[in-house]
């Protein structure tokens, strides 16, 4: 296990502050004549409980009084994470039927706090004994799931890639932290990047505005809004053009409100960016995804992918930047359990839905041609990072982010060509046909 600088903070302040931050749900019982409407992509979902009629693509459900400080509250990978953290398009109040056949997981059975951080890539953003303290709250559940994911899935590309990442253990002056694990030309990968980050303190203005824009409705502490934030991204950057890029990001939020009651709400999801497209690989990683999803709810990934087509979107180009996945924001409903069981099933799957590819097209060989043609797909990855997402705009314009972080996502090269179009008939032109056109994969 790499270990950099072991970040602590003394027990009895975390302890005293997470006390202040987290605490078991409330009802809605102050929505019960309420009737909301706004839509989930594709779908209308209506509550079965307390007579509301909710359609949308999460909420905000309240808590009791929780937690203040978590010794570590990062903002989420920096950008990835934070990216979903603002990034919805609408507030979701959705108390939908679910048809999980997922057994739920309790606290006991996800294993001893201790044993489970020795697997980590560096000891976990929050000082161990605080979270086997607080080991049944919400928080410490996803900072548990994000460390997890983040060692699974660097472990697997260091086996298939033989390098090692660099580990780097970073503090934010406003609060909290993160672990970056970056591997740079390695054999496979040229950058590779997994980020996981846990930050708390106050909103800012602007990123209040965007949460509200979304539909919140934020009371803050003398007009001040807590706030805690953790989740996992990574990028990853193959050298071979026969092997995709790809991307995941899942991340969980939680507002103090005036009352003591809380908002709360998950986000994130995986999307695979090919510079040549192959239909076997398309299917698997789709099917994949969609396997996971139906455990929850049959309506999960043809609306999380629709959501992905849109979000995922070039706008000055007109293509997509690549073949999608699932994307969700704003996950609040039926109940917390669940939406994390979905959001845990969605993070176990960014392994076996990418490694395969990459096996398969491990040692293909390629032309000059067809790594300039990465190269002009990389500039499209960087223009839509750049001008577009959400988690990049949001960690640039946050006091005390973590510029090293916001970027990893980025290759370490790309290409711009002058007026570039592939001729007809070329792999080239059917991969910008299809992002132009998105198709259905499975």
Request: charged share 25%; aromatic share 10%.
């Amino acid at each position: 296990m790499a270990t950099v600088g072991l970040y602590s903070v003394n027990r009895t302040l975390q302890t005293t502050a997470r006390k202040c931050f987290v605490s078991p749900l409330k009802g809605v019982a102050n929505l019960s004549n309420t009737t909301l409407s706004c839509s989930l992509p594709g779908t209308r979902w209506f509550s079965r409980t307390t007579g509301v009629r909710f359609m949308s693509h999460g909420t905000a459900g309240t808590s009791a009084p929780g937690r203040a400080s978590r010794g570590a509250l990062l903002l989420a990978g920096a950008a990835a994470a934070a990216a979903g953290f603002v990034a919805s398009a609408s507030h979701i109040l959705q108390r939908a039927e679910m048809a999980s056949v997922v057994p739920k997981v309790t606290v006991e059975e996800e294993g001893d706090i201790s044993e489970r951080c020795k697997g980590f890539m560096s000891p976990p953003v929050t000082n161990v004994s605080v979270l086997q303290e607080s080991r049944a709250e919400m928080s410490t559940r996803m900072e548990m799931l994000i460390m997890e994911t983040q060692a699974d899935f660097c472990r697997a590309l260091e086996k298939v890639d033989g390098g090692t990442f660099q580990v780097d253990r970073w503090e934010r002056e406003e609060g909290g932290g993160g672990i970056s694990c970056v591997m740079q030309d390695g054999k496979v990968f040229e950058k590779a990047g997994v980020s996981v980050s846990v930050v708390f303190g106050h909103l800012t203005e602007e990123a209040a505005k965007q949460m509200r824009s979304r539909g919140k409705v934020l009371k803050g502490k003398d007009g001040k809004l807590p706030f805690i934030a953790m989740g996992v991204s990574s990028v990853i950057h193959p050298k071979n053009p026969h092997i995709p890029t790809v991307h995941f990001n899942y991340r969980y939020f939680e507002i103090d409100e005036e009352d003591g009651s809380k908002l709360w709400w998950f986000g994130g999801g995986t999307d695979l960016t090919p510079v040549f497209i192959k239909d076997e690989d398309a299917f698997h990683f789709h099917n994949t995804l969609k396997e996971a999803c139906d455990k929850h709810h049959p309506r999960y990934y043809p609306d999380f992918k629709k959501w992905c087509d849109r979000y995922f979107f070039i706008r000055h180009r007109g293509e997509t930047r690549g073949i999608g996945g699932i994307f969700f924001d704003d996950l609040d409903s039926p109940d917390q359990e669940e939406a994390f069981s979905f959001v845990r099933s969605c993070a176990r799957t960014v392994v076996p839905c990418y490694l395969p590819i990459v096996h398969k097209h491990l040692t293909e060989p390629f032309t000059v041609e067809e790594k300039d043609w990465q190269q002009v797909r990389r500039g499209r990855y960087v223009e839509f990072n750049l001008v577009y997402d959400r988690g990049v705009k949001f960690g640039l314009a946050t006091p005390g982010s973590r510029i090293e972080s916001i970027l990893m996502s980025l290759p370490l090269t790309a290409r711009w060509e002058y007026m570039h179009e592939p001729a007809k008939g070329t792999p080239e032109a059917e991969m910008l046909d299809v992002l132009r056109n998105p198709r259905e994969w499975v």
